[in-house]
């Protein structure tokens, strides 16, 4: 059995799809499903049972289920969230009352950790044990992840369990993630709606308009990573994942526009001022230290993923992996 957490969210989602589609149906789903259209990504899977996250713990706790694996997306997600207190309980808190229960029964642990815990990007993008307790966090949802990150370094579980620094994930089943899902999925809609895509304009000395990088990953291939890792229960540690080339938004709005068989129409609106203070200008995620461990799979390009997404799944009638 394997548990997904916040596997009605994004990223868990489309894992249980894969794991289906691996041959793996005895899957338990933790996700609280609320009053929105996120039930829409658990159809069509197969699973045991829906638990919500304080029930997953209870059952956990009394030996009713026994999974050999839990893979933890769940999460407050949302960058912009400034409810500290409410992210370290979810974030932080949870998250090491899971790994503690896995560690004490021998089930692999796979946590989802942020590459949001880089801050500004000033100490670099190396997941290096040495370097994490150094990193500055620029908002509380990076400092969440980043906290739990060095609870597992402090206290020496990085060789038990796994945790993954997922850079600009991209893909079917974010729809429901509001202002909080990525530029590609806001980008269809604006062009759907005025034929043009709006970015950020640059606010610093030598860099353009839309010149800002980012490490931009498709969700498929992040799901290939979590899949390998599953069944390489020797791998342990903290792992960036992203594709280790940083592109332009001015690059992915072109690829967007290029998969719909359009003219770019691209325009420039000044940063946000409640953002413009802490707005990565750059990220690039470092995967030397994912691939000493083995990991081999290539990581789709931009252009090939978002073509990928953009016809398989935004211009589809039925959007959902």
């Given amino acids: 059995m394997i548990i997904v957490t916040g596997a009605a969210g994004f990223i868990g989602s489309v894992l ?7 041959g793996e149906h005895d899957v338990i ?7 929105g259209p996120k039930f829409k990504n658990l159809r069509a899977k197969s699973y045991a049972d829906i638990l919500t996250p304080s029930t997953l713990l209870e059952n956990l706790r009394a030996g009713q289920i026994k999974p050999k694996a839990i893979v933890h997306m769940g999460a407050i997600s949302d960058t912009v969230v400034t409810d500290a207190d409410a992210l370290l309980e979810n974030n932080t808190h949870y998250t090491a009352q899971l790994a503690h229960y896995c560690m004490d029964n021998g089930v692999r642990f796979i946590y989802a950790s942020s590459a949001s815990v880089y801050g500004d990007g000033a100490f670099g993008f190396d997941d290096s044990d040495l370097v994490t307790p150094k990193l500055l966090p620029m908002n509380p949802y990076g400092f969440s992840k980043w906290l739990f990150d060095n609870m597992a370094i402090r206290n020496g579980w990085t060789d038990k369990i796994v945790g993954l ?32 895509i709006q970015l950020f304009e640059s606010h610093r000395d030598g860099i353009g308009h839309g010149d800002q990088k980012r490490d931009f990953v498709y969700v498929k291939d992040i799901v290939d990573v979590m899949l390998w890792l599953i069944n390489q229960s020797t791998v342990c540690g903290i792992f960036n994942v992203g594709t280790g080339q940083a592109r332009t938004f001015n690059d992915l709005a072109k690829a967007i526009f290029a998969a719909l068989g359009k003219t770019p129409n691209i325009s420039y609106v000044p940063t946000p001022a409640n953002i413009r203070d802490h707005y990565q200008y750059f990220t690039e995620a470092d995967i030397s230290r994912l691939r000493a461990a083995g990991y081999t ?6 252009d090939v993923a978002v073509a990928d997404y953009v016809q398989g ?6 959007p959902y992996a």
Avoid: C, M
């Fill in 16 to 22: 249980v799809s894969a794991l289906n589609a691996s």
């Fill in 29 to 35: 789903v933790v996700d609280t499903l609320g009053s």
């Fill in 165 to 196: 620094r997922f850079f600009n994930v991209f893909g079917p089943n974010e729809y429901h993630k509001g202002r909080g899902a990525s530029v590609i999925w806001h980008s269809y809609q604006q062009i759907q709606e005025t034929d043009k």
């Fill in 297 to 302: 799979q290539a990581f789709r390009s931009l």
């Fill in 313 to 318: 799944y935004l211009v589809a009638p039925q």
